[in-house]
């Protein structure tokens, strides 16, 4: 085990089958060995150095119906609701006033928002804010919109690619939603010149260890400049309510991972971490995260937004959270940075 881990650091990457086998059998001293592997790969590209993004969750209409997720538009439970420009830019002068320069933008695929309202958005907060970089969230959208999007100052994209398993895929999305079609978003993503973030979660119901599998050559081969995972965690007014939560550890073990395959990628230690465990986002840092993404968004909207039960920092003004992420860096030997934290391509030898 320990060779395939070494061999993943040498090469930044394995064969389906040997990913497969990293995920099935490791043992504790092997997992172990993997998260020194991968902390000091992430120490000598960033050292203690966090970087933090802005989170405004600007509305929880979603015309989609993703089996697992708590915003879905069957969700006749959710108390919906939509921020204004307004709201928006005052999220982002906070954020400002405390250290943020980035700010991203994430949403339900809610057509209430035409491609002129977010044009505008990116606008305003670029002449307002020009140091900051836009960090765009909001799903499957035409190449075109894409190329606005980009021509209005959005500077990353994120879309999580969910599973890279065909089959899989069908069984978390009803038909309406193609894996092709979500993987094509990505590569115009990457074509407009977007610094990309893909994703998925981790335990999702129906996965297998071969999934993940796929998921990390897809992930190879998109070659991204962010990767997202999180565990899944039921929500009570989905399809998957009785399905059981994914594992916090493999959770870590897969940032290791992907910090070996991708040593200059900017790794988030996500909301939904800090929810299944307590110190989830430190653990997280430890295995090989270097951004945290505290929520900017008026906390009257924020419970509003549940993608799954008991989610985290619901209750928190913005100063609150940032205040709180800062300690819990601390308590694992990190700071966070003000800066906008851009992806830095770097050229491995072969
Ligand atoms: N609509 C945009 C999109 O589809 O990319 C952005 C919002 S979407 C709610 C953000 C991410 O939340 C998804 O990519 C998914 O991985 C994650 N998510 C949704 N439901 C979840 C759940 N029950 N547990 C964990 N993560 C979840
Ligand atoms: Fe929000 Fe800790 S990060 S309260």
């Not at 497969?20 to 998260?35: H, P």
């Not at 150095?49 to 989170?55: A, D, E, I, P, Q």
């Not at 190879?220 to 999180?230: S, T, Y």
């Amino acid at each position: 085990m320990k060779e395939l881990i070494d061999s993943l650091k040498r090469n930044r990457n394995l064969s389906p089958e040997e990913f497969a086998i990293l995920i099935k059998e490791m043992t504790e001293e092997d997992a172990l060995y993997l998260k020194e592997q991968a902390f000091e790969v992430k120490q000598q590209f960033y050292g203690n150095k966090v970087f933090t993004r802005g989170l405004i969750e600007f509305t929880n209409y979603c015309k989609n119906d993703c089996y697992y997720c708590g915003i879905r538009k069957s969700n006749l439970n959710a108390e919906r609701y939509r921020l204004s420009l307004e709201d928006i830019m005052s999220c982002c002068e906070e954020g400002y006033r405390l250290g943020f320069r980035t700010y991203v933008l994430q949403g339900g695929e809610d057509l209430r928002f035409s491609d002129d309202d977010i044009v505008k958005i990116c606008q305003s907060i670029k002449e307002k804010f020009p140091d900051c970089a836009i960090t765009l969230s909001i799903g499957e959208k035409s190449y075109e919109s894409y190329k606005r999007f980009k021509e209005a100052g959005a500077d990353r994209y994120l879309l999580r690619h969910e599973t890279a398993d065909e089959e899989h895929y069908k069984s978390l999305h009803p038909e309406s939603l193609s894996l092709s079609a979500r993987k094509q978003c990505l590569y115009n993503l990457k074509e407009l010149g977007y610094q990309v973030g893909t994703g998925f979660m981790v335990g999702s119901p129906f996965q297998t260890a071969e999934c993940i599998a796929k998921d990390l050559a897809f992930i190879k081969e998109l070659e991204p400049a962010m990767v997202g995972i999180g565990p899944f965690l039921p929500h009570h007014d989905t399809p998957f309510k009785d399905y059981s939560k994914g594992s916090y550890e493999l959770t870590l073990k897969l940032i290791a991972i992907i910090r070996l395959m991708i040593p200059n990628g900017l790794i988030p230690a996500t909301t939904a971490l800090g929810t299944i465990h307590p110190k989830g986002r430190e653990e997280g840092i430890s295995w090989g995260a270097n951004v945290v993404m505290p929520n900017l968004s008026p906390v009257r909207v924020r419970k509003q937004y549940e993608l799954y039960d008991n989610k985290i920092c619901t209750g928190d003004e913005a100063a609150e959270c940032r205040a709180c992420l800062q300690r819990r860096m601390l308590s694992v030997g990190h700071e966070i940075v003000t800066a906008r934290g851009d992806f830095i391509p770097y050229i491995f030898e072969a």
